[in-house]
């Protein structure tokens, strides 16, 4: 089964910018890719993810236009660029592999996942 490693998580300050990345042991043009954070007390909540071309990319409602979801086959990764960031954004950010060729807002939907990488936004 394909395994999935983020890095990029770190403290930061309010304003600053930063690209996590997830990369995976095979290939991934199979799967349709997804960020995912999630806050200590909070669910689990979908933020970008991006169909199997890549042609297609989705948002969150927390996304807001600071979110960048892109992924490169050719190097089994994909990419989240946050700019902007926010002490709210402060959570553990995962990355998630789907079978299905859209990626579906709803964790449930994946059964393959990283170990998660921690972002932390200070104030």
């Known amino acids: 089964q394909v395994q999935l490693v983020e890095s990029g998580g770190t403290l930061v300050q309010a304003g600053d910018s930063l690209t996590l990345s997830c990369v995976a042991s095979?290939?991934?043009?199979?799967?349709?890719l997804a960020w995912f954070r999630q806050a200590p007390g909070d669910e689990r909540e979908f933020v970008a993810g991006?169909?199997?071309?890549?042609?297609?990319?989705f948002y969150g409602g927390s996304a807001g236009g600071r979110f960048t979801v892109s992924r490169d086959n050719a190097e089994n990764t994909v990419y989240l660029q946050v700019t902007s960031l926010r002490p709210e954004d402060t959570a553990v950010y995962y990355c998630?592999?789907?079978?299905?060729?859209?990626?579906?807002?709803?964790?449930?939907?994946?059964?393959?996942w990283g170990q998660g990488t921690q972002v932390t936004v200070s104030s």
């Open positions: 998630a592999a789907s079978s299905s060729v859209n990626p579906s807002t709803d964790p449930r939907a994946y059964d393959i």
């Open positions: 095979e290939r991934t043009s199979r799967y349709a």
């Open positions: 991006v169909s199997r071309s890549g042609a297609t990319a």
